[in-house]
């Protein structure tokens, strides 16, 4: 991954308006409210054994760290969150805002800080949304606050 790139789009994001209606970006998609950039995807695992899967996952938790150790020197120390009770909330009926409603189906938890220029919240996350599906490493920006 190359983080200069990454912080070059997560800057973009941060400070750029959000659209009206959900639209496919340059970088990944954006809604009323939040922007996520896609930063990297792997290929699927449609003929893996699991070893590599298990490799990449390893590596897409290291790019996301990595990216985290520079976020932290701006913002300060993430918190990280589950997204579990969110997903169960969702599961269950309940209207949850985006970006976290459709994050929840994919990403975990998150790496979380609220950026003090612009008020916007930052995540990052790994994503997968099936065992045979790629990796991705996804950075949101985002106005609405975690539920």
């Not at 009206?20 to 896609?38: C, F, K, L, Q």
């Not at 790019?63 to 969110?86: C, F, K, N, Q």
Request: proline share 7%; hydrophobic share 35%.
């Amino acid at each position: 991954m190359d983080i200069a790139k990454a912080l070059a789009v997560i800057d973009r994001l941060r400070t750029g308006a959000f659209p009206a209606e959900p639209v496919r970006t340059d970088v990944g998609t954006a809604g009323p409210g939040y922007s996520i950039a896609e930063l990297e995807t792997s290929d699927g695992f449609w003929e893996d054994d699991g070893t590599l899967r298990e490799e990449t996952e390893e590596q897409y938790e290291y790019d996301r760290d990595g990216l985290e150790e520079r976020l932290t020197e701006r913002w300060g120390p993430p918190r990280e969150i589950s997204l579990y009770s969110v997903l169960h909330r969702t599961v269950e009926g309940e209207d949850l805002p985006e970006p976290w409603a459709s994050l929840s189906g994919h990403v975990p938890n998150v790496r979380l800080w609220r950026e003090q220029e612009t008020g916007r919240w930052m995540a990052l996350g790994v994503s997968q949304w099936d065992r045979e599906l790629p990796f991705q490493l996804l950075a949101v920006v985002t106005d609405t606050d975690p539920p």
